[in-house]
């Protein structure tokens, strides 16, 4: 029994430097977006336009799925007004699908529209964003499609209504 107990603290001594040994290191990048308290609108989630949003087909539908998202939207002085600053649609080289793109549940087109009231702007409000498919008459014709969608926000004083 003595001669247990005598290796045990031996052994244990010797695993000791071996555990140290073994060091795992991670690198982690952090930043953060603090935007002014007047006027803001931020997707919830920030990676929303830092990746390639993606349409999913059903082919037994023949139906695309649309992109939703949440928006954080402030504005202290006024209301919020958006635009679209191109035609939104998915293009494959020689297909094109339009896109239909409804902000607060407005739709959206090339002139800058009341998006947000300056009611429901002022303390700040979370919004929806939808950018959905519009079917053309000869259905979907088959290919790898790509788009960028460019929205525009303004911050819009108090009375404008564009």
């Known amino acids: 029994m003595f001669k247990t107990l005598a290796l045990a603290p031996l052994c244990i001594a010797c695993l000791v430097p071996l555990a140290r040994a073994a060091v795992e290191r991670e690198t982690f990048e952090v930043f953060v977006e603090i ?10 989630d920030p990676m929303l336009v830092q990746r390639e949003q993606r349409l ?21 002085s006024g209301s919020i007004g958006a635009r679209l600053d191109a035609e939104p649609f998915l293009y494959n080289g020689q297909d094109r699908i339009d896109l239909r793109v409804t902000f607060n549940e407005r739709v959206l087109d090339l002139t800058s529209t009341e998006v947000v009231s300056s009611v429901d702007a002022a303390p700040g409000k979370r919004v929806a964003l939808e950018i959905a498919a519009i079917k053309p008459a000869q259905d979907y ?18 009375g404008v209504n564009q």
């Open 56 to 76: 999913d087909y059903n082919p037994v539908s023949s139906q695309l799925s649309s992109l939703r998202a949440q928006f954080d939207v402030k504005n202290v």
């Open 141 to 158: 014709a088959p290919g790898n499609y790509y788009g960028t969608v460019h929205l525009v926000f303004d911050a819009l004083a108090p």
């Open 35 to 44: 935007p002014t308290a007047q006027f803001f609108v931020l997707p919830v």
